[in-house]
């Protein structure tokens, strides 16, 4: 394999000259340009990405965490991602961990690992890093945007939506068809978005009267398995409810075929509203309302952040990510 030793050797110029022909930043007379050119032609030189590095002091990549890959919700993210830097002319090193509720060291590895590829920024997209943990990483990494999570002393780096919101959206859609008695499928109990969206749908509930202490709940892993066996255990205790409301679809989507398993129609005997709007959403049977988290607006603007700090660029960034929600078949009013 040729190296740019040889097409310095074979144009008859320095090997500066040569790099700077291929790196394309630097002064070179035209005529010597086109002798190096030339040469790299008769070699059919290929400098390694390695090289490309060197030369510009840039890898072209962006390195990205998130905590699982598998599901739904993650992979989706990953494609925005990957869509949003490919039209840039760039492209990811993915590191992840081994369950929704990844560990901080699962963060922290996972961290280092795409530090250590020379990555020209980071996306982390996790819960279980502390403040100082973030400013660690921007400390070590400058560029570094979080998703989905958010921490002060790092605000203009954080972007996610408002899951308070979020979780009023749920309580006064429910609310709004009729339903009081109302069941409730919650998230890890220690992540903050979980924490945020559960806050919001007790506030929703708080102002109809209805202390939502006091509703049949279970808690899950934000997995279709953890749903289904949560509805179970909610069915099995004897509770009586006409609407549940989960907090994902993947949860709901387990709910769903623990529930037609058990002889119930959804909605005819209950509502069930799931969150995130996910694709899977739109094709879980019965088609499952969901309150609409813009995910997706949220990581498009977490990576021109991202493009902006890195590569010197002013793309527009967003702040304000409505949430609102998508009625589909299954829910229904009171009757």
């Not at 840039?88 to 690992?113: I, K, Q, S, Y």
Request: a neutral charge; proline letters at 4%.
């Amino acid at each position: 394999m040729s190296t740019i030793k040889d097409v310095a050797k074979l144009a008859g110029v320095g090997l500066g000259t040569a790099s700077r022909v291929v790196s394309g930043k630097g002064s070179v007379a035209p005529a010597t340009a086109e002798k190096v050119r030339r040469a790299i032609a008769a070699l059919d030189f290929r400098p390694s990405h390695a090289a490309r590095a060197l030369l510009s002091g840039s890898t072209q990549m962006i390195g990205v965490y998130i905590p699982l890959l598998s599901g739904s919700f993650y992979p989706s993210i990953l494609q925005t991602i990957d869509a949003e830097l490919r039209a840039a002319g760039l492209h990811m090193v993915v590191a992840f961990g081994r369950a929704v509720t990844d560990t901080r060291d699962e963060v922290l590895a996972g961290a280092r690992f795409l530090m250590e590829r020379d990555c020209d920024g980071v996306i982390v997209m996790s819960n279980a890093l502390t403040e100082a943990d973030a400013l660690e990483l921007s400390r070590r990494q400058p560029h570094l945007v979080v998703l989905n999570s958010t921490y002060p002393a790092l605000a203009e780096h954080c972007f996610m939506a408002d899951h308070v919101r979020g979780g009023r959206v749920a309580g006064e859609a429910l609310l709004s068809l009729g339903h009081r008695q109302l069941a409730l499928i919650g998230g890890p109990s220690r992540a903050p978005d979980n924490v945020d969206r559960l806050a919001g749908f007790a506030l929703a509930l708080a102002e109809a009267g209805i202390d939502a202490a006091g509703l049949p709940q279970a808690q899950a892993d934000f997995s279709t398995a953890g749903g289904y066996a949560a509805a179970g255990r909610l069915l099995d205790a004897g509770h009586r409810f006409t609407a549940l409301f989960c907090a994902n679809d993947e949860m709901a989507i387990g709910a769903l075929a623990c529930l037609a398993e058990r002889g119930l129609k959804v909605p005819a005997d209950v509502s069930v509203l799931g969150y995130d709007d996910t694709q899977t959403a739109e094709f879980a049977v019965p088609r499952l309302s969901s309150v609409h988290i813009p995910t997706r607006a949220v990581t498009i603007t977490g990576v021109r952040a991202l493009l902006n700090q890195c590569y010197g660029l002013t793309l527009p960034l967003a702040r304000d990510f409505p949430v609102s929600l998508t009625w589909r078949a299954s829910t229904a009013a009171m009757r």
